[in-house]
């Protein structure tokens, strides 16, 4: 012990030297290194950092997803700047998609078809780019759905929570912006759209309309405007939240599924470097790889089918990209009903719809906050729930994707319509309806799934996995031989926790004298009851249970 081996060449603190005593010549990158560890302290940093084992599991590659294809789109970004021209002004076109030639449209629209025709790659690289802006916030729902039905949002990473939040909250803003300066026609009526949910906002509406697009619909400066905040300001929010939301991936460490070996203060796992490195780099490749495929090979976004934007004409069948389908929905489906007041009309079949958008948002974006108030728990959390072990919480995901779902149909509704042959008003009194009855039955029907998994993981545990293997008894009965779980497999299934939900606690004290008991901590006792209520679980096996059958279990070999 204390004795260690010094290569030739090396020492502690004094230079290398050779054979004769000479100092050893050493290259000019470790002379490099050597000075920027002296004012830096990188090489401190980077030994206690890049040794940091991460466990591995394939849903983790979900945020892999979301980073590399944000990447992916500030590279493409930075290529398609070069030759878009973010104006009004009006041109006659007379390049190389002869049907449009002679045709009036503003010069935003003529450099798109620029860059789609004339500029080398350039629309291999626009389509990259659109693709890319779809996987990202795919990527980002799915992440963010996979951190919500496993608890990874808890202490000590709801921060972290509302990062990904907002970043899934500017992704879909920027997309908007996005596909709004082309100027087709496509995107002209998206502009249109948002224009008339903003003119619904009582009062202010129209001075807020008035302001962005510098005068009546569809004004001059819209597009101007929406450049710089399209590729420079909400990129740059967005880069900043990335960096934080890395940071503190490595400050809190990653969390983990259950498994043997694994609790609240051990990681199983591989390195930060090289092993994790080097899978996170091949799969960067990878992921640019599949989306250059996909941007060769499948047309997106053909603005040239769709001709220049004029505020009199209107696509058949125009729809925003998916993300953005939740906000349609809930105003096509929405009655028309106005009301008129102090000489003002308000838009209420627009202005609620346009108000619940935003609401449920921000709905997902504090649910952390609820959860850790309705249970009490201050507790750190770094191994990750089943979501069958969580049934409430689990419904209530289920709840809204089936509420997305539902709503992305009546965003939709004239495409379903023509394309099932339906009526179009039969879709959308099945959306108003629907909206309100399929997040309660998906609740309750995942809620029912998950307890039923919770039963037969505890059958699993005491009895075994079935084997399909029959044997006859002595007695001349048949029974299936059940094969008993490893003790890894047993932990794995039993390692949650069951702890009692927050309570009340006794009304009256030992001296007769009625404790005051605010209505708030009436409706926490409420929601912690129906959240995590015994209700909410099947009990897990104890160890009396298990010895008791697996004593004298015929079943088990």
Avoid at 123 to 146: C, D, N, S, T
Avoid at 349 to 377: C, K, R
């Amino acid at each position: 012990m204390g004795a260690r081996s010094v290569d030739a060449g090396q020492s502690d603190g004094h230079p290398a030297r050779t054979g004769r005593g000479r100092p050893a010549q050493t290259g000019k990158g470790e002379r490099l290194a050597d000075w920027a560890d002296g004012r830096l302290g990188l090489y401190g940093l980077a030994k206690s950092q890049m040794r940091k084992v991460f466990p591995d599991h394939w849903s983790f590659m979900l945020g892999e997803i979301c980073l590399y294809s944000f990447l992916i789109l500030i590279l493409t970004g930075v290529y398609l700047t070069l030759f878009f021209e973010p104006s009004a002004a009006e041109v006659v076109y007379n390049g190389s998609y002869e049907p449009l030639n002679g045709v009036v449209m503003t010069r935003a629209y003529e450099s798109t078809l620029d860059i789609s025709f004339d500029v080398r790659g350039g629309l291999l690289i626009r389509q990259i780019h659109h693709w890319a802006a779809l996987v990202f916030v795919a990527g980002m729902l799915v992440h963010m759905m996979r951190v919500f039905f496993t608890g990874a949002f808890r202490k000590p990473r709801e921060l972290n929570w509302v990062f990904g939040w907002t970043l899934l909250f500017l992704g879909i803003i920027t997309g908007l912006t996005g596909y709004s300066l082309p100027d087709d026609l496509l995107s002209g009526t998206g502009l249109r759209f948002a224009q008339g949910a903003i003119l619904s906002v009582p009062v202010v509406g129209t001075y807020l309309a008035l302001f962005l697009f510098g005068g009546e619909f569809p004004g001059d400066d819209i597009i101007a405007r929406l450049y710089p905040i399209h590729i420079l300001l909400l990129p740059g929010i967005m880069l900043g939240l990335v960096v934080a939301h890395l940071i503190l991936v490595f400050y809190h460490k990653h969390t983990q599924y259950p498994g043997p070996g694994r609790d609240q203060k051990s990681v199983v796992g591989m390195p930060f470097m090289p092993v994790y490195m080097a899978k996170a780099g091949g799969f960067f490749f990878l992921v640019f790889g599949v989306l250059s495929m996909i941007g060769a090979l499948a047309t997106i976004n053909p603005v040239w089918a769709f001709g220049p934007y004029r505020a009199d004409l209107v696509t058949t069948g125009a729809q925003p990209d998916w993300y953005l389908g939740f906000s349609e929905g809930l105003i096509r489906v929405m009655p028309g009903w106005e009301i008129n007041a102090f000489g003002h009309t308000l838009a209420l079949g627009v202005f609620i719809p346009f108000s619940l958008f935003p609401l449920i948002m921000l709905a997902i974006g504090v649910y952390p906050f609820i959860e850790a108030w309705i249970t009490g728990d201050k507790r750190e959390h770094h191994i990750l729930d089943r979501p069958r072990n969580v049934p409430t919480r689990t419904g209530l995901g289920v709840a809204w994707l089936s509420l997305y779902g539902v709503l992305l149909i009546g965003g939709g509704n004239d495409i379903v319509a023509l394309r099932l042959h339906l009526s179009i008003n039969l879709i959308t009194w099945f959306v108003r309806i629907g909206f309100f009855v399929v997040p309660v039955l998906a609740f309750i029907i995942t809620r029912r799934i998950c307890l039923g998994l919770q039963r037969r993981d505890r059958d699993k545990v005491l009895h075994g996995r079935e084997s399909g293997t029959i044997k006859r008894l002595p007695h001349g009965e048949y029974v299936e031989v059940h094969e008993p779980l490893t003790q890894a497999q047993r932990f794995t299934l039993t390692q949650h926790e069951q702890d009692g939900h927050y309570e009340l606690g006794p009304l009256v004290d030992a001296n007769g004298v009625t404790r005051k008991v605010r209505t708030s901590q009436r409706l926490r006792a409420r929601l912690a009851r129906a959240m995590y209520g015994q209700d909410t679980y099947i009990p897990k096996p104890t160890v009396e249970e298990y010895r008791e059958l697996t004593s004298s279990d015929e079943h088990h070999h």
